[in-house]
């Protein structure tokens, strides 16, 4: 087991700020035994009264693969041809092509998915004459939603600890529906993006990053 001193908080903050978002992938199978550590680490997360409202359809399957990031690819070239006709064409350009290609080079395409539960406490308060709508409970919040994303983030460490790169994609939403149907994902499951997986091709670019004083608001004590 890991204890506490193997990794000093400073240590685990430069091993995060070193996580990338990779999005081309050698064609090096990722294993099997590799991936079940990856989705146990994704169902490791939080989540609002212990629901775990999450699912994962894991596609290793080549044909499977290359179906889902065609359906993507179709979606996006009708999104091209409408945008094309309008003043954002140049702004469009070539950005479509993020939507998918990713996907095309990787050995493994997660695809996260989220349900709903019974709101019990609006449903309480409903039923004592009051209005849900006052409050913000689970429903308001998308606890279940937020629930999952953290699951994502998991997923996604450990995916770096392993050595793997690793992508989050919301472009794949826009062919929403073909997916739901290829991998028949039905109700009450809903589709949250696609994740890209694979050996990384080389070192992926950092990003930049807001300064913590443009997202952060302190409220402390004042000076005595």
């Known amino acids: 087991m890991i204890k506490q001193a193997d990794m000093t908080g400073p240590d685990m903050l430069e091993w995060l700020r070193s996580r990338r978002s990779v999005r081309t992938f050698t064609d090096e199978p990722v294993a099997r035994d590799v991936l079940v550590r990856l989705l146990e680490g994704a169902t490791s997360a939080p989540s609002?009264?212990?629901?775990?409202?999450?699912?994962?359809?894991?596609?290793?399957a080549a044909a499977v693969r290359a179906q889902l990031v065609a359906a993507v690819a179709r979606k996006v070239h009708e999104m091209t041809e409408i945008i094309k006709r309008s003043r954002h064409a140049e702004d469009f350009g070539s950005y479509g092509d993020f939507f998918h290609e990713p996907l095309a080079s990787a050995q493994v395409i997660v695809i996260p998915q989220y349900r709903e539960y019974p709101d019990l406490i609006a449903n309480m308060i409903e039923s004592g004459g009051g209005d849900p709508s006052r409050f913000s409970t689970a429903s308001a919040m998308q606890a279940e939603l937020c629930s999952t994303s953290a699951a994502i983030m998991a997923l996604l460490l450990q995916a770096h600890a392993e050595g793997l790169?690793?992508?989050?994609?919301?472009?794949p939403m826009v062919a929403r529906h073909e997916i739901q149907t290829l991998l028949e994902i039905?109700?009450?499951?809903?589709m949250i993006g696609a994740i890209a997986i694979g050996h990384p091709t080389g070192e992926a670019p950092p990003r930049g990053r807001k300064p913590l004083d443009r997202v952060v608001h302190w409220i402390e004590e004042e000076d005595r």
């Open 186 to 190: 039905a109700e009450p499951w809903r």
């Open 165 to 171: 790169g690793a992508c989050m994609m919301a472009g």
């Open 48 to 60: 609002n009264t212990n629901r775990q409202p999450w699912r994962f359809t894991v596609v290793r």
